[in-house]
Each structure stands twice: as C-alpha cells, then as structure tokens.
C-alpha cells in the first residue's frame, strides 16, 4: 500500500505491508494434453498464509481471498510441451495476465511464468491454468520448485 504525505494511516494498514506471502509448488506429475486448458495443482506447501488466502480444489488448485483487497500473484510452471501459455484465471474466468512460451519440440523443458494483481473481495477465487499447444507433456517437477505460485496480500483497495 502507497502512502501519501499528511495521510491518517490505520494500524490495520502497518499490520498488512508485513503480510506474509503463500507459496505452493507442485511436487507431482500432472498431464497437459494437446490443445487443453489444465488448472494446474500446486500440492505442495512451502509457506501458507492462511489469514489472507487459503487453497482448496484438487490439490491446491484452487485459492480464496480471505481478506478483500490488492494480491501480487506471480506463477511459473514448468514443462515437456513445446508450447505453452499460462494464465491467472480471476472471478467470472477472466485472465488477468498471460505468459507466453514457443520453443520447438525436441528443445528440453519449457518454462513459462507470469505475475500480477487482483482486486478481490473476500471469498473471491482464483486459479493458475496452463494450455499447451503443442504436443502432450507433463508438468516437470524434476526442476525444484519450478512449478509454482505465490500470494502476497499488498492492502486494501
């Protein structure tokens, strides 16, 4: 949150610049068929921030906001496809910011990421997707924590 000079600031706003950030990887294999959109599962928890955002779904593939406001996500995966795009999918399935990769087949993994924010209400959702356009793979978790998401509360809108 930006302050401005000669603004009241609200204790609740100092408790929030210190929020802690989520962080979920993903640990197992998941496929990416062709020509599919796949909302991809972070089954793994590094840090969880659970009064701000909690995880849901199949495999943490799915977040709720527990606080309305401003959320810096940033997500990356990483791939056997050759092509892939990813996306953060907000309330009503409207993608806030995609990333894009186009590497030949035969190249070794893929990698993708992309990162922005949201305006959310409490209760609102959101999920990270992945569409591979190129030939069947996998979500490669031979790379550490390549494939993965982070969630970090910013303040009130």
């Given amino acids: ?14 408790n929030d610049i210190s929020a802690p950030t989520a962080k979920y990887y993903s640990t197992a294999t ?7 959109d796949v909302k991809l599962q972070f089954n793994a928890v590094e840090q969880a921030a659970t009064a701000y955002v909690t995880a849901g779904g199949t495999n943490n593939n799915q977040f709720t906001a527990v606080k309305a406001g401003v959320y810096e996500v940033e997500a990356g995966v990483r791939s056997s496809s050759g092509v ?12 806030f910011a995609i ?34 356009g190129g030939t069947t793979g996998n979500v490669d978790t031979n790379w550490g924590r390549a494939t993965h998401i982070t969630i970090k509360y910013l303040g009130s809108a």
């Fill in 1 to 14: 949150m930006a302050f401005t000079a000669g603004q009241k600031v609200r204790a609740s706003d100092l």
């Fill in 84 to 95: 892939m795009e990813l996306a953060v999918y907000s309330p009503g399935n409207v993608a």
């Fill in 99 to 132: 990333g894009n990769v186009r590497i030949p087949a035969g190249s070794g993994g893929k990698s993708c990421s992309t990162s922005g924010k949201l305006i959310l209400a409490a209760n609102d959702t959101f999920a990270v997707n992945a569409f591979n």
């Fill in 30 to 36: 998941q496929s990416l068929p062709n020509n599919t």
